[in-house]
């Protein structure tokens, strides 16, 4: 989807779909009134009439409306004002997406209006919110390997957000939110596509091909490295794979030092760490049936970062970021690892793995120590980590952990931010008892009770070197049922992080 901004008036604009803001029982917002004058009050007797649904994001489409250049207007309901704010602001746009999505009309120009901006939000932040959900919308699952080909294509690939007047930073909001969207459709393939095209290798050949387009570094470890570093935690989970793994390490330099200020002190680079288990089936304490398929979605942290490292590499965004990203399949084979085996993972800490399906927090330990190297500002990592977040939170927020209450705070509100949100949940060191073994310095389970903290607890005690927050995806990641697919959370909120951070620096 290409987003421009555009000066023209609402009446005035020669498009295929014109789309309007409206309130529940309200007059029409000014970007809305002149086009009902022109059209001699057309639209405000609509509504009147009812013909409008009360709720945001209800829609009212009408063709050939006099005294107006478009083809079709488009009403789209902000719903009651006494209530309004991001909520429903977002499912104005969400059904807007929805509709160029679905329409027969070439293209499409949507009239912003001041107006409709919620309660504490300005014009850069809705814009770049607005053009990444309309993008959004339009995702459909197409990448080049896919087996399943979309004969026909519909919806607009262009849409203008008509303003009063343009400037750099509107514009450059509107590119940002494109770039997410891109960022997220990437994502969304990669958790999309099954085990046997997304495997380990794939994910290191998208991650290789994005860094050659954009010009930025990426290491590839393969089994044999990873052997020579001591990476045993990891190895313990690729053992039984007949995919080779992979351990990709991904640098965006965009910090340039500053020349001029003589200043050579390298910054110190947010680092994200994204689970890449690219099958789950448990290993040998095996998953039952039910559902198993949606366990190709355990690599969609991973598919976080890389698909964040497209978004930040397109915006040449000024911010040193690493992302790594441990894949490999978690398989049962007479190779593989059985409960009750004992590893040294790479920070020297000893497991036993008690039960072989708890093996996300296995190879992120070994990404966490790992990341010590760069000397990061913070480390975040992300992980569909375990069933029991999706039993306490649902799959309205992800969870958050954080060993930094700064940390935790600067991520739950870009969370609001962006619309993807997180909920904080307690590590405190209580938790670490239930992580006690009679052989090794810990289990890799924690027994019956709270196994979203105490995964993260497990994961804290590799995580000492620097801040910290670990968000578990499980719920969030995708969608089951009749809407099956990846939802490409939590790009939108990684990307927020990181803008603002990018924003705070250039501020110095
Ligand atoms: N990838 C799963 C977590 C998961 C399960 C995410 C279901 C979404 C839906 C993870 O590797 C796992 O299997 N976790 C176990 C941990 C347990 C063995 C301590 C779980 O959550 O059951
Ligand atoms: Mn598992
Ligand atoms: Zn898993």
Known sequence: MEST??????????????????????????????????????????????ELGDKAGSTLLLHGLDGVAAERVLLVNFGPPDVFGDKPWREAFTAIGKALAATAAKDAAIAFDEATLPPGRDTAWALRQASRIVADGAYHFAPARAEKKHPKKHGVDKVAFILPAADKTLEEAVRQGQAIAEGMALAKDLGNLGANICTPAHLADVAHDLGKQYKFEVDILERDDMEKLGMDAFLAVARGAKQSPRFIVMRYQGDKPHKNKGSKAKSHPVVLVGKGITFDSGGISLKPGADMDEMKYDMCGGASVIGVFKTIAALALPLDVIGIVPATENMPDGNSTRPGDIVRSLSGQTIEILNTDAEGRLILCDALTYAERFKPACVIDIATLTGACVVALGKIPSGLFATDDELADELTQRGIDAGDRLWRLPLWEEYQDLLKSNFADMANIGGRYGGAITAAAFLSRFAKAYKWAHLDIAGTAWLSGEAKGSTGRPLPLLAEFLLARANARKQH
Not at 9 to 15: A, L, N, S
Not at 21 to 39: K, Q, R, W
Request: aromatic share 4%.
């Open 5 to 50: 901004i555009k000066t023209t008036p609402p009446e005035r604009f020669r498009t295929g779909l014109l789309i309007l803001p409206a309130f529940t029982g309200n007059p029409l917002p000014p970007a809305s009134l002149v086009v009902d004058e022109a059209s001699q009050g057309k639209l405000s007797r609509l509504i009147s009439g009812g």
